[in-house]
């Protein structure tokens, strides 16, 4: 599925489709850092209100262009080779933007993707009951451990 490209500051960038897992813990520490992990819509909140009220949150907490840096990527990169290096370089481009057009669009990409974000639901922000909990079937000490190899 080809994604949109959008055309910023000169730039042409289009949403990561396939994220690797060093991007999902990236978004992942952006958000937290946006106090965002646990973030809901209220009740009877709009989806647009719902999206102004995140991306009021992500701007106080400082973190708008390291988040869009995570979830857009240049044009001709792909998926498999975002880095947070490309995060950087994509929120330096970002940071500068002065067209009222270009900074409409991005401020529209953003409450755009915070919404489809949260609607759809961040699995990797609430680890699955089942990861963090034993089978309530499995008894102590019948489960055969390996050892953790040194790093």
């Known amino acids: 599925m080809m994604s949109r ?3 910023i500051y ?3 960038f289009r949403m990561i489709q396939k994220s690797t897992l060093e991007n999902d813990y990236f978004i992942m520490q952006q958000l937290r850092r946006a106090g965002l992990e646990n ?3 209220n009740k009877d909140e709009s989806a647009e209100d719902f999206g102004m009220r995140l991306l009021y949150s992500i701007v106080e907490d400082g973190v708008p262009f390291e988040l869009l840096g995570g979830l857009l990527i240049p044009e001709n990169v792909p998926d498999i080779e975002w880095t947070p290096g ?8 970002l940071r500068v933007v002065t067209d009222p057009e270009d900074k409409q669009q991005v401020q529209s990409i953003l409450i755009s993707l915070l919404t489809d974000f949260f609607a759809k639901g961040l699995p990797f922000l609430n680890p699955s009951q089942t990861v963090s909990q034993p ?6 000490g019948e489960k ?5 190899p040194n790093s």
């Open 5 to 7: 490209i959008y055309k």
């Open 10 to 12: 000169g730039q042409k």
């Open 39 to 41: 973030c809901t819509p």
């Open 86 to 93: 490309h995060a950087r370089a994509t929120a330096d481009i």
């Open 135 to 140: 089978d309530p079937e499995e008894q102590p």
């Open 144 to 148: 055969e451990t390996k050892p953790v």
